[in-house]
T-cell receptor, first 116, second 113 residues
């Protein structure tokens, strides 16, 4: 199946700094990518939908200025957590629509963010 | 109407037994129902998926049963193995949402040796 790579897999940062997480589709072009947040023992919460070449669509309650999403190419979307605080510590996961537009989603391995 | 309800929250099964996880949905526009398996610290991986035109799909030890009239679907894991211990999520989407999935709450499966 299609491969989605996420980097870094884990990151620790100080409160007030910004952190960038990359999501790449390795062997296909993804016009749409999704960013999720997952707390321990909970389900995936959709944060935003990222479309190549246009502004991301954020879910209700997600701060656009806090979680900056850029989808500059058909294989790369980035999530930047700006001015991170301890409450932003979480597991962030990206996914991409598969090349056959069947509704199938391929997920990255996730990025564990810990804000001290 | 966008919710997908999943049960049970946790499940313990003996090796060789059958694990059954159930999901129910409200949105009749949903037309794609995948199941994902997630191990700790990893992203979800697609396990098996079904569309409403069939009532059952089987892939190896994994079977999805789909009841369109009841708006329910379930995952059956036959001959459950300790390596199947993971969190399982059902999900649903419709053809107009560009793969925007609605996830169930998840089921933590433990298969005892």
């Amino acid at each position: 199946g299609a491969v989605v790579s996420q980097h870094p897999s884990w990151v620790i940062c100080k409160s007030g700094t910004s952190v960038k997480i990359e999501c790449r589709s390795l062997d296909f072009q993804a016009t749409t990518m999704f960013w999720y947040r997952q707390f321990p023992k909970q389900s995936l919460m959709l944060m935003a939908t990222s479309n190549e070449g246009s502004k991301a669509t954020y879910e209700q309650g997600v701060e656009k200025d806090k979680f900056l999403i850029n989808h500059a190419s058909l294989t790369l979307s980035t999530l930047t957590v700006t001015s991170a605080h301890p409450e932003d510590s979480s597991f962030y996961i990206c996914s991409a629509s598969g090349p056959m537009n069947t509704g199938e989603l391929f997920f990255g391995e996730g990025s564990r963010l810990t804000v001290l | 109407q966008q919710q997908v309800k999943q049960s049970p929250q946790s499940l313990i099964v003996q090796k060789g037994g059958i694990s059954i996880i159930n999901c129910a949905y409200e949105n009749t526009a949903f037309d794609y129902f995948p199941w994902y398996q997630q191990f700790p610290g990893k992203g979800p991986a697609l396990l098996i998926a079904i569309r409403p035109d069939v009532s059952e799909k089987k892939e190896g030890r994994f079977t999805i049963s789909f009841n369109k009239s009841a708006k329910q679907f379930s995952l059956h894991i036959m001959d459950s193995q300790p390596g199947d211990s993971a969190t399982y999520f059902c999900a649903a989407t419709d053809g107009t949402s560009g793969s925007r999935l609605t996830f169930g709450e998840g089921t933590q499966l433990t298969v005892n040796p």
